[in-house]
């Protein structure tokens, strides 16, 4: 029974487990092999995703999103490949967005920033952050610095020439306007997240905020890599390996 074993580690790693809508937000969606001895990681989980644990002979695809129900027919059309294939997938959105080892922390601290407020709150989980730098740097750096960590180009807005010290931050998908007011409240000089529309840029320019986007997947990554290195380190006989996914984003 090893895969309910990891899920039951995987559950006890968060603070928000009782939370109402915690396995509504994570869990195992597919129950191919029970031996899991190699672990696949990626943000999505998608037909290509699927192949590439396939290719890698992969037992457990931990992933970021489920597949998505919007994408009609996705996820019957996965679940058919996995169950196929004998492969098992475990997801876990929210929690990890929220927990100190997962999404938003992982990138925060490979850009090397202190996290000040956790913010953004939905469904009993904080999907964003406010962080500092020690030292004021340039916004020409930090988008370098994150487009070299995400190894794809980053779309940045510069509305203001004032050194960065403080970031409002939201991995994945916080291109609402109501999201980036939030970092227009607590003072920031930048707002990074994963996804922009018109009114995103428009409400950055209005009021004086400098904008970065990255992408959706590439921002969130860090956070389910994270997670397997968490499994890998209780089962040490475990091999975890990243499933490459496409930069669709950045084409």
């Known amino acids: 029974m090893r895969l309910s074993e990891i899920e039951e580690f995987i559950v006890n790693l968060f603070d928000t487990k009782n939370n109402d809508c915690f396995h509504e937000e994570s869990g195992i969606t597919v129950r191919g092999t029970e031996g899991i001895k190699r672990i696949g990681y990626c943000t999505n989980l998608t037909l290509d995703t699927i192949e590439e644990a396939r290719k890698n002979k992969v037992d457990l695809i931990l992933t970021h999103h489920d597949a998505w129900d919007f994408m009609f027919g996705l996820k019957d059309a996965c ?33 090397g ?6 913010t953004h709150l939905e469904d009993g989980f904080y999907c964003g952050r406010i962080a500092e730098a020690d030292e004021g740097m340039t916004f020409e750096d930090l988008v370098q610095k994150l487009g070299a960590l995400l ?9 203001k ?42 409400y950055a320019k209005f009021m004086g905020m400098n904008l970065i986007i990255g992408s959706h997947t590439f921002t969130e990554i860090f956070g389910i890599e ?16 990243r499933l490459m996914e496409e930069h669709l984003e950045a084409l």
């Not at 004032?162 to 998908?173: H, N, T």
């Not at 227009?184 to 922009?196: A, H, P």
């Open 79 to 111: 679940r058919e490949k996995l169950l196929e294939y004998n492969i098992s997938h475990y997801f876990n959105h929210l929690p990890l967005d929220d927990c100190d080892f997962g999404t938003n922390n992982s990138l925060i601290d490979k850009l």
């Open 113 to 118: 920033l202190q996290i000040i407020e956790r």
């Open 151 to 159: 190894e794809e180009p980053v779309k940045a807005w510069k509305f």
């Open 161 to 202: 020439d004032e050194a960065i010290k403080r970031i409002g931050l939201v991995c994945g998908g916080g291109g609402f306007t109501t999201d980036l007011k939030v970092a227009v409240e607590k003072n920031c000089d930048v707002y990074i997240t994963g996804e922009k529309v018109l009114y995103t840029i428009e």
């Open 226 to 241: 994270s997670l397997a290195k968490k499994v890998k380190e209780r089962y040490e006989d475990i091999e975890i390996i």
